[in-house]
């Protein structure tokens, strides 16, 4: 494989920690709220929060909610669970003070900076850019709190082109910005069908980063083995993979 001129990234739980600040902020949200919200034990209540998440954001990204829809559903399953009703004012409430305790976490992945900089010695003159699901100003705050934007040179998010991965549009719109070929450009991220295989699909060498162990289906294991998928466990393999 020839070394990549750009090399994309996906941004939440592939550079960005996004599940552990999710966590923090909601375990800290929910100390501050008292009874009736102290109901669930730590773990319950992290795991409800993140599958709030998944279904809400996923309906923002499927155009069924508009993004502060996406936050006002989440809060209010989240205090139906606890026997409170929150009408969409209050919910906006709720979430945003639960918002300033997530961003009090936001963090990249240890592995993250020292992947760039192992990129950026092996691999003489590549480019980096992200590719992202969601909004792009909200995207791009984290990315410049982490200082990631001293690193990246393009931030490509489905809210502002209107595409949302594993869709090739986006991918191969990410090349365009970059001016190269699909074929010169890699693609990593943490979800196997949504990140590795539409980037492999649109051309880019995609890499899945599975960062749990994660068993894919039988049918992602077969769609990604047809798009010749990569797989690693760490952004410290990436490099080597790469260069």
């Known amino acids: 494989m020839t070394a990549p001129a750009v090399v994309l990234f996906d941004l939440d739980d592939t550079l960005f920690a996004h599940r ?12 501050t709220l008292g009874a009736p919200y102290g109901a669930l034990d730590a773990a319950t209540t992290v795991s409800f929060w ?5 279904t809400h954001y996923h309906s923002y990204l499927a155009g069924r909610l ?10 209010r399953d989240f205090a139906a669970r606890h026997g409170v009703a929150l ?5 906006s409430v709720w979430f945003a003070t639960y918002f300033e ?18 990129l ?16 792009l100003a909200f995207q791009t705050r984290k990315v ?30 990410a090349c365009e910005v970059f001016g190269v070929a699909p074929g010169d450009a890699a693609y990593i991220g943490d979800r196997l069908r949504t990140d590795a295989i539409g980037a492999a699909r649109a051309g880019l060498t995609g890499v899945w980063l599975d ?29 080597s993979l790469l260069a």
């Open 20 to 31: 552990a600040a999710v966590a923090a902020g909601i375990q800290k949200h929910v100390s």
């Open 50 to 54: 993140h599958d709030l998440e998944e």
């Open 66 to 75: 508009d993004f502060e829809g996406q936050r006002q559903a989440r809060a």
């Open 87 to 91: 009408d969409d004012a209050a919910a």
């Open 101 to 118: 305790r997530y961003v009090e976490s936001w963090a990249l992945h240890d592995d993250a900076l020292p992947c760039l900089d192992a």
């Open 120 to 135: 950026t010695e092996r691999i003489p003159g590549v480019r980096f850019g992200l590719i992202t699901n969601g909004d």
């Open 144 to 173: 410049t709190t982490v200082a990631l934007d001293q690193r990246v040179e393009h931030v490509i998010a489905s809210g502002e082109l209107g595409v949302v991965k594993p869709d090739q549009a986006i991918f191969l719109h």
């Open 211 to 239: 960062r749990t162990g994660e068993t894919p289906t039988q049918e992602d294991a077969a769609d990604a083995a047809a798009a010749g998928v990569l797989r690693i466990a760490s952004l410290a393999e990436l490099p």
